[in-house]
């Protein structure tokens, strides 16, 4: 028997880094994401060797473990693996396990999109189906965020983990004591399909650790240093603007209020723009894009950019000399998804 799963990546359109404690705790934060098809993957086989392996595909990683109740962590060995385990065990079976999982990524670690969460939830999502535990969206969700930043302690927010296990347009709340709402959006098709066509997906060739401009995120809110908190405003009250534009479909103030959102976003911490992502911005804005956003928390991976008409083909031609390449993508409606083959 082999269970499988998949959860999808998302596009933080508007509102990313405000779901980062202290923020969301002081002031509460607001998310507007998407999921789009782009993909990770969790297969477990069952043995009856006694043995744990684990393995990567993207990275040809593999680490073999004799079964127990709880594997060493924190060693940068796969971590993300063997915590999951470690939860999986301790809150649901205390037994231990015997079984081989396999994880692979459709786009690379530290690209902007939310993998590590989003595999920790395809492979939650794999345990559950294997094991029927009584896990629904939000329990998945709130039990990948725990084991990432409490038991392993990356830094890092919440919106990775709700979108993927919901999917679709999400319009998300986060306040304190780890109180989050999922607004799911009605979105019409023919709207979605326009968003899709004229929002433009780059990858830059780069990746970067989110945890290290989290921390410095984190550390201006505590500071309260008032350029980097006024920042955060901006951008959370950007997603409310999105949000209206969207379901209103007047989708070319996307644009408008992306490019706004430029300056905000740089302000909130340092390494979140380097040189090329300045020098990428700059030619799609020449090309015709009317404003662009980087994905995730900066410093490299993706950025996207709203190409009104049909002047996405200029932006993808112009950004295709950088070096970097364009991202095909399509919006999704589903979150995680899990079966199993004999």
Known sequence: MIIRSKAPFRLGLAGGGTDVSPYSDLYGGCILNATISLYAYANIEPRNDGKIIFRMTQTNEEYTFDSALELPILNDKADLMKGIYNRIVKD???????????????????????????????????????????LGDYDLAYLAYQIERIDLKQAGGKQDQYAAAFGGFNFMEFYADDKVIVNPLRIRNETINELSNNMLLYYTNSSRNSGDIIEKQQKNVKDQKEKSVEAMHQIKNQAYE?????????????????HRGWTYKREMAEGITTPLFEEIYNVAIEAGASGGKISGAGGGGYVFFYCPGNTRFAVAKALENIGGKIQPYSFTKKGLETWFIK
């Open 92 to 134: 649901f079976i205390n037994k231990p396990l015997s079984f081989t999982l396999t994880c692979e990524l459709e786009v690379p670690f530290g690209s902007g999109l939310g993998t590590s969460s989003t595999l920790a939830i395809a492979i939650l999502g794999a345990y559950t189906e294997w094991l029927s535990l009584p």
């Open 242 to 258: 999105i949000k209206e534009a969207i379901l209103k479909n007047n989708l070319d103030e996307i644009g408008r209020i992306l």
